[in-house]
């Protein structure tokens, strides 16, 4: 006799399932959601091994829905869209208390929460956040332009971002960060860029924007850096990058340990990019002008983060590092 089973489903596995199942690749559906093609494979076998079935035939051409996996497909597109739906109105029909549903991309997370606190503080804000990190900022705008969130804090090389409104809060800067006996000889000996890519580096996991410039900038310049770690954990590579254990490219600056860090300005190596604050086009006045509020206060403490940092044309260190995200 059949037994009732509790099923407890991602939707981030069932939206993974629908974009490998489109892109008949595990390889493109990652590019297409910028994330690494390792968590794709997980996100497949979780939902697997929750249905109890196999969804796909794996080849080296890329991937076919197995009967079960073209069995599932319609109820899964189904379930996405019913979810989407669910998420939008509910929010809408919550009329004792605003919820402005917002995403940021995980290095931003912190700036956008000492905003938030004084805004609370010296504002009394009469809504309720709901804060969601992501690792990508393009998901953010794809989530914001189907109306799935209502803003987001994003990095974007581009000005006009497609499919939002959307309002610069500051210019963007680069910085190579490591402890001075890493970095000074590489400094004192400059060499055209050659020892940029001899330095040893934690970075970012592959499938991020981040990472995707890094990758650009040492591309087009014929380097091959030295990876010790891949991550896309902040806090382990403040932790190796205190220690010594490598430098790092990024776009924050980093509290430095018990070993002296250096800030070194990438930012003529890298393309002019700002951070925005996005909402969706259809977003009610009175929570446009709560956007427009909290960017004030991010903005203010994005320039009070300014750091020194050691420019590539010089071996001493000047004021004017712009601390964004």
């Known amino acids: 006799m059949a037994t009732n ?3 407890t489903m991602d939707w981030n596995d069932v939206s993974t399932f629908l974009a490998v199942a489109e892109a008949k690749s595990m390889t493109e559906a990652a590019r297409h959601l910028h994330i690494s093609q ?7 076998q979780s939902l ?3 249905l109890k079935v196999s969804l796909f035939i794996r080849s080296h051409s890329g991937v076919q829905l197995t009967a079960a996996g073209k069995s599932f497909l319609p109820y899964a597109v189904q379930v996405i869209h019913m979810l989407a739906n669910g998420i939008h109105s509910t929010n809408e029909a919550d009329e004792q208390t605003d919820v402005l549903r917002m995403g940021v991309t995980a290095p931003l997370a912190d700036l956008l929460a000492s905003a938030l606190i004084q805004c609370f503080d010296r504002e009394h804000l009469p809504v309720r956040f709901k804060i969601l990190t992501f690792d990508d900022s393009k998901k953010i705008v794809h989530q914001v332009s189907q109306t799935l969130l209502d803003a987001g804090l994003i990095s974007s090389t581009e000005a006009a971002i497609p ?5 610069r809060v500051w210019t963007q800067s680069f910085y190579l960060v490591g402890v001075e006996n890493i970095v000074r000889p590489w400094l004192d000996g400059w060499n055209e860029m050659t020892g940029l890519g001899q330095l040893p580096y934690v970075l970012p ?12 900038m040492f591309a087009s310049r014929n380097l091959r850096p030295e990876i010790v770690a891949e991550t896309d954990n902040v806090n382990i590579i403040h932790q190796l990058v205190q220690h010594g254990v490598a430098c790092t490219i990024s776009a924050n600056p980093i509290p ?10 990438l930012d003529p190596l890298f393309p002019a990019r700002a951070m925005y604050f996005i909402h969706r086009h259809d977003l009610p006045d009175r929570m446009g002008t709560l956007i427009n509020l909290v960017s004030s206060y991010t903005e203010f403490y994005a320039h009070s983060r300014i750091v020194k940092t050691v ?12 601390m964004s995200g």
Do not use: C, F, Y
């Open 5 to 7: 089973r509790v099923i």
């Open 38 to 44: 390792s968590a794709i494979s997980k996100r497949i």
């Open 48 to 50: 697997e091994n929750e």
């Open 163 to 167: 499919g939002v409104a959307s309002r």
């Open 205 to 216: 996991v592959s499938g991020g924007t981040l990472r995707h410039l890094i990758d650009e």
């Open 256 to 265: 430095p340990g018990k070993n002296r860090l250096l800030h070194v300005s």
């Open 311 to 322: 420019p590539l044309d010089s071996n001493q260190e000047v004021e004017g590092g712009e």
